[in-house]
């Protein structure tokens, strides 16, 4: 089963904050975050390994709450770079990875 | 460069026809995969497979097949038993080892003549 994501879609003025969780069912062993953007393949941004584990670089962080089965992810003083559809991803099992539906991010100037 | 190449960049389906999407990697990764964006889905895992002359179902099968013939390439055959099949398909690949990123493909469009 599919990751939830939360919102599914975002709007923002170029240096603005936003937030994009990715909640499961299932048990998260870990979490993948990636970006799109349009017409183009996904880029990877980070994995958590951990509960409890958070990880940034620049301006994007995210954090792992393995009892909540949720992950979030940061980014802040938002850049128009940062524009396009954010995903995240869980393992169920061995290299089975399995995406949410998306959370599509637009920045304005 | 290494990387995951994709061909063709748009494809077009009669049908009845079966038509087969091509994805190659040399990065020297033993895992591979395939997804199937639509809007609003996100990705849904097709097919995968972790090792030569082996591949799992994914989420959406039905109507999908594919060979794992050498490590390099992984083929998805879209059949004519895959009654909507237009959508985009990422192919992607990482190592066998627990929790490593995925490389992606740039990708090809399939479309329904």
């Known amino acids: 089963q599919q990751p939830v994501q939360s919102p599914q879609a975002v709007i923002l003025r170029e240096g603005e904050d936003a937030v994009i969780n990715c909640s499961s069912s299932?048990?998260?062993?870990?979490v993948h975050w990636y970006r799109q953007k349009h017409g183009e393949a996904p880029v990877f941004l980070m994995i958590?390994?951990?509960?409890?584990e958070q990880k940034g670089h620049d301006k994007i962080s995210a954090s792992f709450n393995e009892k909540k089965q949720q992950s979030s992810l940061y980014l802040t003083a938002s850049q128009l770079s940062y524009s396009g559809t954010y995903f995240c991803?869980?393992?169920?099992?061995?290299?089975?990875?399995?995406f949410g539906q998306g959370t599509r991010l637009t920045i304005n100037p | 460069d290494g990387g995951i190449t994709q061909s063709p960049k748009y494809l077009f389906r009669k049908e009845g026809q079966n038509v087969t999407l091509s994805c190659e990697q040399n990065?020297?990764?033993?895992?591979m995969y395939w997804y199937r964006q639509d809007p609003g889905q996100g990705l849904r895992l097709i097919y995968y497979s972790q090792i030569v002359n082996d591949f799992q179902k994914g989420d959406i099968a039905e109507g999908y097949s594919v060979s794992r013939e050498k490590k390099e390439s992984f083929p998805l055959t879209v059949t004519s038993a895959q009654k909507n099949p237009t959508a985009f398909y990422l192919c992607?690949?990482?190592?066998?080892?627990?929790?490593?990123?995925?490389?992606f493909g740039s990708g090809t469009q399939l479309s329904v003549l």
């Open positions: 990065l020297n990764h033993d895992a």
């Open positions: 991803g869980s393992e169920e099992g061995a290299q089975k990875l399995v």
């Open positions: 299932k048990a998260l062993y870990s």
């Open positions: 958590l390994l951990k509960g409890g």
């Open positions: 992607a690949s990482s190592s066998l080892a627990t929790n490593e990123k995925l490389f």
